[in-house]
């Protein structure tokens, strides 16, 4: 049973959710799976919805938008707050959200995370049908009696985590490209900053943190001395320099 294998209090701790799937009844089982994740509130390959709630004392409902609306008009996001009890509260739409979205926001408890539908069996299939699996988002095709591409399934689970490799280089040293550091990419930031960078080596070296020279494509000269609010990139080299 689906609902008996899914463990809501593990399930909201990972990183990533690798789905196996017949390739036979693929579309099949994956909405099955869908519905019973989104029924422990976990939401896959989506974003947090884009919309403001501020709860007031008093004033009654108001609502603003920086975008068109679709799904929703005022009278049904006021409807939803009604039902909610959130009758002085100001609802602000920074994208062409849905009720679902709507009422996610409201809830504030929804889990959204990457997910793989790993489509086991491909070597029951021909190459045709094959292609037509591939139009399936967020998808990685393998056969794990022929051990066939376990390599790309492994490329496709980086893929989904959304992480960035970055060198350290010790002064009057090479970089150290065998064990990068290892930082989730921030979208609301763009990236992870330098003082993330200090604070996964360790928590203490920011106090003494003076400058940082970096090495990559986030920035212009290479080296360039940057600051602890510097963005990096994917596959940057930073040295840091401590305060003397």
Not at 21 to 33: G, Q, S
Not at 37 to 53: T, W
Not at 95 to 118: K, S
Not at 123 to 133: F, Y
Request: with cysteine; aromatic share 6%.
């Amino acid at each position: 049973c689906i609902r008996d294998s899914i463990n809501a209090e593990y399930m909201g701790t990972c990183t990533c959710i690798l789905i196996i799937v017949d390739v036979l009844k693929p579309l099949t089982h994956k909405l099955i799976i869908e519905r019973e994740l989104e029924g422990y509130g976990i939401r896959l390959n989506q974003s947090p919805p884009n919309i403001s709630i501020k709860i007031k004392e008093k004033g009654g409902f108001g609502m603003s938008t920086t975008c068109s609306l679709t799904h929703v008009d005022r009278e049904i996001v006021k409807g939803v707050m009604a039902e909610y009890r959130m009758l002085n509260a100001d609802v602000c739409f920074k994208e062409d959200a849905t009720v679902d979205q709507l009422v996610d926001a409201i809830e504030a408890n929804r889990v959204y995370m990457p997910g793989v539908y790993v489509m086991n069996k491909i070597d029951q299939i021909t190459i045709e049908e094959l292609d037509i699996i591939n139009r399936i988002p967020h998808n990685c095709p393998i056969s794990a009696k022929d051990e066939w591409n376990l390599d790309g399934l492994l490329d496709c689970i980086w893929d989904h985590l959304d992480l960035l490799r970055i060198y350290t280089k010790p002064k009057g040293n090479i970089p150290d490209y065998n064990e990068p550091v290892i930082l989730a990419n921030n979208n609301v930031t763009g990236g992870p900053t330098v003082e993330q960078f200090c604070n996964k080596l360790h928590r203490q070296l920011i106090k003494s943190f003076k400058h940082a020279w970096v090495w990559g494509s986030s920035v212009k000269h290479n080296p360039q001395k940057v600051g602890k609010d510097h963005v990096l990139r994917d596959e940057d080299i930073v040295q840091i320099v401590k305060k003397v």
